[in-house]
């Protein structure tokens, strides 16, 4: 098994665990912000890897496509963590596009390879009140656009070639005081 097939196969790994952690079904949305620099060892936005990046990105959004959850690729700090999505996806969630077009200096690859990917993409500012779940390899902060309540999701693939690999899901916030009762169901 070659380099990229190996982190292929870790992505593959984590997106299915993190799908079945945070029980998403056809027509929810999922955030992945990847650093190809982390993966590979080096820091963060230091060594930005197209073939990398490419790997891990078609494993990933091969395996939501099979489950018809809609891919949300966060782009880096230097195009403000905007996202690229299918304009179909941006259409359904009623997200805010913008005018960018993300490349592996400014975006990141994994961004790129999504743009590159989609059969429409576009970019858009945020996707907070919509993500279910987001993946998180190698540190780049996809925290602000998870759905709150954000729970953390600990998976058996804790890392992608280097780079760590955090997940969470959201869930539904409790209210009501101490006599409150939940569905566990939704927890």
């Known amino acids: 098994m070659t380099q ?3 982190y292929a196969q870790q992505a593959r790994q984590a997106t299915e ?5 945070a029980k998403l079904t056809v027509g929810d949305l999922m955030v992945v912000g990847c650093s190809s620099s982390e993966i590979l060892g080096e820091r963060i936005g230091t ?4 073939e990398t990046a490419q790997a891990v990105f ?4 091969g395996v939501l496509r099979a489950r ?6 966060q782009c880096c700090e230097h195009l403000n963590r905007a996202l690229i999505v299918e304009r179909d996806t941006a259409m359904q969630f009623g997200l805010e596009m913008v005018n960018v077009v993300p490349q592996p200096k400014a975006g990141g690859s994994f961004a790129t390879s999504a743009y590159q990917g989609f059969a429409d993409p576009v970019a858009v500012e945020s996707v907070r ?5 987001g993946m998180d390899i190698g540190g780049t902060l996809i925290g602000m656009h998870v ?5 953390p999701v600990r998976l058996a693939v804790g890392h992608i070639g280097q780079a760590i690999v955090l997940c969470a899901r959201s869930r539904l916030k409790f209210v009501g005081g101490a006599r409150a009762h939940y569905d566990e169901t939704l927890m």
């Open 17 to 21: 665990a993190l799908c079945d952690a």
């Open 4 to 6: 990229l097939e190996e």
């Open 129 to 133: 009140a919509q993500a279910k779940a």
């Open 58 to 61: 078609g494993a990933i959004d």
């Open 147 to 151: 759905k709150p309540v954000v729970v």
């Open 47 to 50: 060594d930005s890897n197209f």
């Open 68 to 73: 018809g959850i809609a891919l949300a690729a």
